[in-house]
C-alpha cells in the first residue's frame, strides 16, 4: 500500500485565500489587521519562520509590524516593548517568535501578552480557555492540524489518536482540542518518558509525531491503514543540499507510506498550515477589536 499525500500547501493555500477575503472586508470597515512580530536573535530556523509569516501577511493584505531585537536584548526590554504594543489600538496581535534568547523568560514574557492579542494561544489564559472548552486563540500548529483532517474528510470522532510529544506549543493543545466533545476522539499522548513507543502508536487510528525527533516514527510503529499527521520541522545537515541542511519530519517517509493511508509530507505538510491558522487568529483578534468599537470599547 502507498499512501495518499495529504498537500497542505494547497489546503493552506485555500485557507490563506479565505482570509484575504475576510481582511478586505474589514479593512472597507476600517479596520486594518495587523500584527506585531517581535524576533531576538538570529536563530536561523526563526529568522525563516518570521519572514515566511510576514510574507503571508503581505499577501492576504494584512499589515505586519516587524520588529528586531539583538540576542542581548533583556528581559526589561522586551516587557516594557510588550506593554507598549498592548497599548497600540493599531496592533491587533502580537507574536513573539520562540526560542528566546537564555537570559530572557519565555513564560514572563508570554504572560505579559494582552489575551486578547496573544493570537498564538501560548498565555495561561488562553490556555486554561482550550482546556476548559471556552472559545479563545487556538495555538496555530494544533489548529492547522485539525483543519488537515477536516479538509481530508478524516473521521475524527471515536478515532484514536495518539501523539508523540507534550509540547505546550503543539502536544497538549492538541490534545485538548481532540476531547472537546464536538470532536470526539479518544487520546492518547506518549512522550520520552513512555518507554516503547510502539507499543502505544500502532493502535492509533491517527497518529501525530510531534516530538522534534527526525526520522523518530517508522512503517513497523505504523497501523495499516492509520492516518500519519507529522509535525516535525527537523534541520538535518546534507552536504548535497543547497543550504547545506534539509528539512525532515519526525516520521520516516518511505516506511511510513507503505503502512498509512494518509500521510503529511515535510516540507508542504502542516508547516503551510501553521501560518494560514495564524492569519485566522490575526483577523479574529482584529474583527473583535472592530466588534468592541462599535460596542464601545469592549473587547469580551
Ligand atoms: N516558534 C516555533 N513555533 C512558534 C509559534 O507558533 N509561535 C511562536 N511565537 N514561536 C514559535
Keep these: ?40 536573535g538570529e536563530d536561523p530556523a526563526s529568522v525563516s519562520y518570521v519572514g515566511a509569516k510576514e510574507k503571508a501577511l503581505g499577501e492576504a493584505g494584512m499589515e505586519s509590524r516587524d520588529i528586531r531585537l539583538p540576542a542581548y536584548t533583556s528581559e526589561e526590554r522586551l516587557l516594557s516593548l510588550v506593554a507598549e504594543l498592548n497599548a497600540d489600538r493599531l496592533v491587533h496581535g502580537i507574536l513573539v517568535q ?15 501578552i494582552d ?14 480557555r482550550l482546556f476548559l472548552g471556552e472559545p479563545g486563540f487556538i495555538p496555530c500548529t494544533p489548529q492547522g492540524v485539525l483543519e488537515l483532517l ?25 490534545a485538548a482540542l481532540l476531547l472537546r466533545r464536538e470532536l470526539n476522539a479518544t487520546v492518547t499522548v506518549c512522550h520520552t518518558g513512555s518507554g516503547d513507543l510502539a507499543r502505544y ?6 497518529l501525530v509525531a510531534a516530538a522534534g525527533k527526525p526520522g523518530l516514527i ?13 509535525v516535525g520541522v527537523n534541520r538535518v545537515n546534507d552536504t548535497s543540499a543547497k543550504r547545506g541542511y534539509r528539512l525532515k519530519g519526525d516520521v520516516d517517509f518511505e516506511s511510513a507510506a507503505q503502512k498509512a493511508s494518509y500521510l503529511t509530507p ?15 487568529n490575526v483577523l479574529k483578534a482584529a474583527e ?7 460596542t464601545g470599547g469592549r473587547r469580551d
Excluded: W, Y
Design 201 to 206: 502508536t500502532t493502535r492509533a487510528d491517527i
Design 1 to 40: 500500500m502507498s499512501a495518499v499525500i495529504i498537500d497542505g500547501k494547497e489546503i493552506a493555500r485555500k485557507k490563506r485565500e479565505e482570509a484575504a477575503l475576510r481582511a478586505s472586508s474589514l479593512k472597507q470597515k476600517g479596520v486594518s489587521p495587523c500584527l506585531a512580530v517581535v524576533l531576538a
Design 266 to 280: 515535510v516540507p508542504g505538510g502542516v508547516g503551510p498550515m501553521t501560518i494560514a491558522m495564524l492569519l485566522h
Design 150 to 174: 477536516r479538509e481530508t474528510a478524516v473521521p475524527v470522532s471515536g478515532a484514536h489518536v495518539v501523539i508523540v510529544g507534550r509540547s505546550n506549543l503543539v502536544g497538549k493543545p492538541l
Design 98 to 112: 520562540l526560542p528566546l534568547p537564555a537570559q530572557i523568560r519565555e513564560k514572563a514574557v508570554i504572560s505579559a
Design 218 to 230: 517508522t512503517g513497523g510503529m505504523i497501523k495499516k491503514g492509520a492516518v500519519v499527521i507529522d
Design 288 to 294: 473583535s477589536c472592530a466588534g468592541a468599537d462599535e
Design 115 to 128: 489575551p486578547r492579542k496573544d493570537v498564538d494561544g501560548f498565555h495561561p489564559v488562553q490556555a486554561g
